[in-house]
């Protein structure tokens, strides 16, 4: 007798999943006429993310140029101040936007007034 009675509730059992299950089956079906509506080849609007728009920087111009020096003098600390940092390091070409020509001309007008005394060679 306990047999059968554990075969008339496991019948039940299913037909109560089944019953629960339909509905979570129906519902993928509406929506996937949905998605057939919208063009393959179109995304979503929200799934796009925005870019940025970038900002063109203006070029920078070579102050030596600018002001057509011959020559870059070493003893003029307020002008090499300009080109290092407070450590004492040479900024790069691409911070102070001088041409490659005068920035090998800085470079050695500062190592001269390093060795002078006129600039440190460590920062305060």
């Not at 609007?45 to 728009?53: N, S």
């Amino acid at each position: 007798m306990e047999e059968k009675e554990m075969t008339t509730v496991e019948p039940v059992e299913e037909t109560a999943a089944a019953e629960e299950a339909a509905p979570v089956e129906a519902a993928p079906v509406e929506a996937a006429p949905a998605e057939e509506a919208a063009p393959a080849s179109a995304p979503a609007p929200a799934a796009a993310p925005k870019k940025p728009l970038k900002r063109m920087q203006r070029r920078k111009v070579c102050t030596f140029c600018v002001e057509k020096v011959a020559f870059i003098d070493y003893k003029d600390i307020n002008k090499l101040k300009k080109f290092i940092t407070e450590k004492g390091k040479i900024l790069p070409r691409r911070m102070t936007g001088v041409c490659s020509e005068h920035q090998r001309h800085l470079s050695e007008a500062v190592k001269k007034a390093r060795i002078m005394a006129l600039l440190p060679f460590k920062g305060e």
